[in-house]
């Protein structure tokens, strides 16, 4: 009877510290896809040359970019950098540097010598050192032709560029990017072949080896994808996170966050299954908005809630592990696809496109989600400045609404609040609650009421959607002196508590 009596304290010491677990956001790898920087004047862009820093400063400390040949075109009769001639009348400094390059190394490595030094010093000086980039991808460069030669004079070159001018400033190799892709169908043994000639080539001179990042895709059997990781130390998963994204594009109003920890179990699998049990992986996030035609998805607080959700551990119960639930622990580091949608000015003939998801004051508001979350030492959602909810708003965990934050339910919105608390926090660690340290407005109106509810038939986030019940959600509650909250015409259903 003791015996068993200890092993219950066990168990129940060690639920509650795995509940309570965080990622070290400190050491966390955080990066985005195509980051901008000023060559992209040359294909129109135009205020890109801080966008570095701007990345940067909201708490990345990686990126990269999409790579194009000097000569590619965007479509026949029409070269990829078509302004090319007149940016580099416009900067003579690195019309020079470019010369020097192609006299080197001849026309072709030239320009991929050029393109990534000027990105790498571009990213050190703008950050002081904080930002690294991610340089590939290599097999579209070199794989085609198995130009191993080339290869290896393009890696000793810019390692060395990068020990003499911006030390420590190249994050790794990104082999490939959805190579199994009906598009690319790449071979895993070239694939592994890249890796062998660009190690001897680090070792040849001398330099440290970098990482080796490959992008792949856990929807895909594991025959396929299991040999590209044999030789890779940082796995990034994309698209299986992109829980917005459907084909053909729609409004998705109930987003599937086990998506997230589902492939992270699966590319693990996958990944241990070739011996390689020590990559890390890193999950891509949605950053740009699937379908044009309707709301903005992610939102605000959908951001905030993707992130916080991928930066803990969750529960994988669906499809195949349906048979074995279990609690995974998050991903080794997050990355976000991508820049373009995020921010960015883009001259068509006489106009001037903008994009942008990326400022305060705008629709969306990414970088703030984003750069809360990283910083947040809360498992929830922390609501700082003044968030609006309107529509109906999908809430997986607890929410707070720090001091001196202020949360505004427009009239007419439906809150729906999941029957599990998915971060495990507050008072109640199984339901969701909204913790009001600020300043909570949900105002409707007699024609338009706000209702706050249960969303226990949500298909995407319960294996087995239920009718609503008593309890199902926490409900909303104040916690310091200085909470307020202002509730007219506001139905509160099937919470534990009202306020």
Same mark, same amino acid.
């Given at each position: ?144 032709? +198995?130009?191993?030669?080339? #290869?290896? *004079?393009?890696?000793?070159?810019? @390692?060395?560029?990068? $020990?003499?001018?911006?030390? !420590? ?110 990559? +890390?992986?890193?999950?891509? #996030?949605? *950053?740009?908005?699937?379908?044009? @035609?309707?709301?903005? $998805?992610?939102?605000?607080? !959908? ?197």
């Amino acid at each position: 009877m003791m015996r068993n009596y200890i092993l219950a304290i066990l168990f129940i010491t060690a639920h509650a510290q795995f509940a309570i677990s965080e990622t070290p956001l400190d050491s966390l790898e955080v990066g985005m896809f195509n980051v901008y920087f000023s060559l992209d004047e040359a294909i129109g862009y135009r205020d890109v040359r801080d966008d570095l820093a701007e990345v940067h400063a909201v708490g990345f400390n990686v990126v990269t970019h999409y790579f194009r040949s000097e000569y590619s075109l965007e479509r026949p009769g029409r070269r990829f950098w078509a302004g090319l001639p007149e940016w580099l009348q416009r900067n003579p400094k690195q019309a020079k540097r470019l010369r020097e390059w192609k006299k080197t190394y001849g026309s072709s490595l030239g320009w991929a010598l050029f393109f990534w030094s000027e990105y790498i010093q571009e990213a050190y000086t703008q950050t002081d050192g904080g930002l690294k980039a991610l340089i590939g991808e290599m097999y579209g460069i070199f794989g085609p032709r +198995k130009d191993w030669d080339a #290869l290896k *004079t393009f890696v000793k070159a810019i @390692s060395k560029f990068e $020990q003499e001018h911006c030390p !420590n400033s190249i994050a790794g190799w990104y082999i490939a990017e959805e190579p199994n892709s009906s598009r690319k169908r790449y071979s895993p043994e070239i694939a592994n072949q890249i890796v062998e000639q660009i190690k001897s080539a680090e070792s040849d001179v001398g330099v440290k080896h970098h990482k080796i990042y490959i992008d792949v895709s856990a929807t895909h059997k594991r025959k396929r994808v299991a040999p590209f990781l044999r030789n890779v130390d940082a796995i990034m998963l994309s698209p299986d996170a992109y829980i917005w994204a459907t084909n053909p594009p729609e409004y998705v109003e109930e987003a599937q966050y086990e998506r997230v920890h589902h492939a992270v179990r699966t590319i693990r699998e996958y990944a241990a299954s070739v011996g390689n049990q020590k990559a +890390k992986v890193l999950v891509v #996030l949605q *950053t740009y908005d699937w379908n044009k @035609s309707g709301p903005l $998805q992610p939102n605000h607080i !959908n951001m905030h809630q993707q992130v916080r959700y991928a930066l803990q551990p969750g529960l994988v119960d669906r499809g195949e592990y349906g048979y074995s639930p279990k609690w995974i622990e998050p991903p080794d580091g997050l990355w976000f696809w991508w820049w373009h949608d995020c921010k960015s000015k883009q001259r068509k003939g006489n106009d001037m496109i903008a994009i942008n998801r990326w400022d305060a004051n705008t629709e969306g508001n990414w970088a703030e989600a984003i750069k809360t979350e990283l910083q947040n030492r809360e498992n929830a959602v922390v609501i700082h400045g003044n968030e609006k909810w309107s529509g109906k708003v999908h809430i997986i965990g607890d929410v707070i609404i720090a001091e001196g934050g202020t949360l505004t339910i427009e009239p007419g919105t439906t809150v729906k609040f999941s029957v599990r608390d998915h971060f495990r926090s507050g008072q109640d660690t199984k339901r969701c609650e909204l913790i009001v340290r600020g300043k909570l407005i949900a105002k409707g109106d007699k024609k338009r009421w706000i209702t706050l509810t249960s969303d226990s038939m949500n298909r995407k986030q319960l294996a087995k959607p239920r009718k609503s019940k008593a309890g199902d959600w926490y409900g909303v509650r104040k916690e310091g002196k200085k909470a307020v909250i202002e509730l007219e015409n506001c139905q509160v259903e099937y919470a534990l508590v009202t306020p």
